[in-house]
């Protein structure tokens, strides 16, 4: 029986539609699982929305299944999924992306502003964020997201650092839903080109936030 790593208790309004938010373990089960559902959702997150990834279906649906594999364990980059109980025991992936780091990106992206600016920043990384059409405007991408920060912030405390979350909104993408999603998160955007927009959110610790309060 496939196993989560971890998982959030959803508010009762959510429970009653049924979905969990999950991080994909790397165990033998969580790379089952990768195979049989988050390919193929990330394949139809490819054909869906083209415009919005530097990947393609085209180059991706060539992929075998040990090329998945590699990807899938991947020790610095995880999946977070929003998961649906369909029927006969049957799991659905609804909504989903991928924490990348984290990397220390050094004194450039610390935060002078806070009392405590010694400690360390780490950098995650967001990216592959997609939830089925069918699933929108109900929250759902937005409690992927929140999972995938929580996580990324309890590991940068046991590191006794602080964190910052990247991501990037493609050129064609920009006046979407994504963007609107992003900055009602809280992300603030940081730099904008012809290639797209990039955003970043700081998360404190709890040290960190008494100290920024002070
Ligand atoms: C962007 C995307 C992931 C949002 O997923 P979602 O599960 O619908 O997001 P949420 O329901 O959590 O939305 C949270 C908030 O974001 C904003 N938002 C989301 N989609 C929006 C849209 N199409 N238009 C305007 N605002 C939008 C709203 O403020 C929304 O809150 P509200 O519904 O209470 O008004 C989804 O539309 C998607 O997969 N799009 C195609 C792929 C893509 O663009 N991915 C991002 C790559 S950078």
Redesign the pocket.
Known sequence: MWHCGFSLTMTTARETVGWVVERIPKDESGLQFYLSHIRPFRLR?LQ??P???SSSFERESAFDDAAWLRRASKPNAWTFA?IQNVANGNRMV??S?ILIGPSDKGSEFRDSSIAEKQRRLLMWEV???????A???????????DAAARYALEEATALDADCVLM????GG?AE??????????GFVLVSEDEL?LAFEKRLYGRSSVSDAAA
């Open positions: 997150m869906l929305a415009e919005a990834y929003a609804i909504s992306l990216n592959a964020v997609f939830t089925e059409p699933f929108r405007r109900r929250g759902i991408g937005t409690a992927v997201l991501l990037g909104v493609m993408n979407t839903g994504a963007r609107a999603m992003y900055e009602k998160a797209g």
